[in-house]
């Protein structure tokens, strides 16, 4: 009975293999894409400091319509997100932290899958290095060297593949983080200085 487990196990461990390093392939694909977008919006960062200087600028003067149409001129980043949620610039205190809210939640969302790729990465890795083993281990005890040397380069090139996986999108998570967290500052800042300005909005649409 207990020989009849073992061995549907090692099956099904075996039967796991190609789709954990076929999963770690597409992973490591998805991930270098994602590298690249990283790479694309670092890019674009000056732009994105830029816009909110001057939205800051126009939304002191009480130009908030100007300041929206800035938003909306930058297409990356945190400004690139709100310009396709915002149909016109928060009428109330109530639509501003609405609005702050979702923005908020659709960065959460972004950074929520390289949060997963943190972790699944590794996890596949490792699966990827103890399922090898089995075979390697009975290559041993049979004196085959070739497919305890095949099994074992399988078993570390998974290893090094999930690790470097995770640590990449570790790495990208903490720097879009930190993106986002001084991006949605700065907005949240904007928002409360338009307030500010009744006065100089009401002029602007009588004008």
């Known amino acids: 009975m207990m020989e009849a487990i073992q061995h549907t196990l090692y099956l ?3 039967a796991l293999l190609l789709p954990t390093l076929v999963a ?7 991930t270098a894409i994602m590298a690249g977008g990283l790479l694309r919006e670092w890019l674009s960062r000056r732009e994105v400091r830029r816009t ?3 939205v800051l600028e126009l939304v002191t003067h009480g130009r908030r319509e100007a300041a929206l149409g800035r938003l ?4 990356t980043g945190v400004p690139g997100c709100l310009s396709q949620m915002l149909a016109g610039w928060p009428a109330d205190e109530l639509e501003r932290d609405k609005c702050l809210s979702d923005l908020e939640s659709e960065m959460t969302s972004s950074l929520s899958k390289l949060s997963w790729v943190t972790r699944i990465g590794p996890m596949l890795g490792l699966m990827g290095t103890l399922i090898p083993l089995g075979p390697a281990l009975t290559g041993l005890a049979s004196g085959n060297v070739a497919t305890l040397s095949s099994n074992l380069v399988v078993a570390f090139t998974a290893t090094v593949m999930g690790v470097l996986i995770g640590c990449v999108a570790f790495t990208m998570s903490l720097v879009r983080r930190d993106w986002y967290d001084r991006d949605l500052s700065d907005l949240e800042y904007v928002f409360a200085k338009s307030f500010l300005q009744p006065h100089a909005q009401e002029k602007e649409e009588v004008g």
Do not use: D, K, M
């Open 12 to 14: 099904v461990s075996n």
């Open 24 to 30: 770690i392939l597409i992973i490591g694909a998805w």
């Open 52 to 54: 909110f200087r001057e």
């Open 72 to 75: 909306r001129s930058c297409s």
